[in-house]
């Protein structure tokens, strides 16, 4: 079953390596919604919280200074808990 990957407390140093701060920036305010990935999404949390449960698994929380890998073929459930901002960049 494919699985979330999360990296906290990210270097600055790998951030610009990886560019993280030319990548899309996309927010949502507290919800609950399902989603599916196409393709990898990596993405980094600048602000707020989410409950992420991937269908048939265990939830994760993310949060500011994540740096978060959602795999390709994945559907799970966001449940932001807190308004969120992000980077994001698919693979």
Not at 30 to 58: M, Q
Not at 63 to 86: N, Q, Y
Request: glycine fraction near 8%.
């Amino acid at each position: 079953m494919p699985q979330i990957n999360i990296e906290h407390h990210v270097s600055p140093a790998k951030l610009d390596a990886m560019g993280v701060d030319g990548w899309p920036l996309w927010s949502k305010e507290a919800s609950r919604f399902d989603w599916h990935y196409d393709n990898e999404e990596i993405c980094y949390i600048l602000e707020g919280e989410a409950i992420v449960t991937p269908l048939g698994g265990k939830p994760v929380t993310i949060g500011r200074g994540d740096l978060v890998h959602f795999p390709a073929g994945m559907s799970c459930e966001w449940e932001i808990t807190a308004d969120i901002e992000k980077h994001y960049t698919f693979k």
